[in-house]
């Protein structure tokens, strides 16, 4: 399968706790987003990068969340000391191209409950 | 407000009836538009694009009007198959140039038999 692989696809925990996913996009793609999805609402925007560069972060990421892209290749999205309010599902995307005109890929998500 | 507003539904609709809805984006700078399908517990798939012209694919027909800044789609002769969430995206400006692609909360659409 050459799509956009998350890992791991569930994730329970603790509040208080610290998690990270992994996304592999796709392989020729040099953009990825990361986006979070709750019940009910649409994907929203959290970050991205172009190859490694970090280029825009959502204020919806706090300072517990970071995200790394460090070769240009896989990326992590680590939240830490996790909030009853970090439950979502977190969903990874990658293109070829800028958004005006290119379609996003997305993966099957991470979904993180906080318990 | 919102960046992108949709009717959440849900629209019940019987197989072969036409259902059609709409959403509106804030940003008057938006250059590109989109429909987005979302089944459920799934990641969104990219439906068709939304040009200016207007579009169709098959029995899907996405329209823009920019001077009132609202997209529509219209399905026909629904397929239970059809039965989904449809999501409205827009691409947002951000600082450094560059676009994000900002979703709506969903339409969700259940065809019965």
């Known amino acids: 399968d050459t799509g956009v692989s998350q890992n791991p696809r569930h994730k329970i925990t603790k509040r208080g706790q610290n998690v990270t996913f992994r996304c592999d996009p796709i392989s020729e793609h040099n953009r990825l987003y990361w986006y979070r999805q709750t019940l009910g609402q649409g994907p929203e925007f959290l970050t991205y990068?172009?190859?490694?560069?970090?280029?825009?972060k959502s204020r919806l990421l706090s300072d517990r969340f970071s995200a790394e892209r460090p070769k240009g290749s896989f990326s992590t999205l680590e939240i830490q000391r996790t909030e009853q309010g970090d439950s979502a599902m977190y969903l990874c995307?990658?293109?070829?191209?800028?958004?005006?005109?290119?379609?996003?890929?997305f993966g099957e998500g991470s979904r993180l409950t906080v318990l | 407000r919102k960046e992108v507003e949709q009717d959440p539904g849900p629209f019940n609709v019987p197989e072969g009836a036409t259902v059609a809805f709409n959403c509106t984006y804030s940003n008057s700078a938006s250059q590109s538009f989109f429909w987005y399908r979302q089944d459920c517990r799934k990641e969104p798939k990219l439906l068709m694009s939304?040009?200016?012209s207007g579009n169709e694919d098959g029995r899907f027909t996405a329209q823009l009007n920019r001077a009132s800044q609202y997209i529509s789609l219209l399905i026909r002769d629904s397929k239970l198959s059809d039965s989904a969430t449809y999501l409205c995206v827009v691409n947002m400006f951000m600082a450094g140039n560059d676009y994000k692609l900002s979703f709506g909360a969903g339409t969700t659409v259940t065809v019965r038999a």
């Open positions: 990068f172009q190859n490694e560069a970090q280029l825009e």
């Open positions: 939304v040009y200016s």
């Open positions: 995307a990658s293109s070829l191209e800028g958004v005006i005109t290119g379609e996003l890929f």
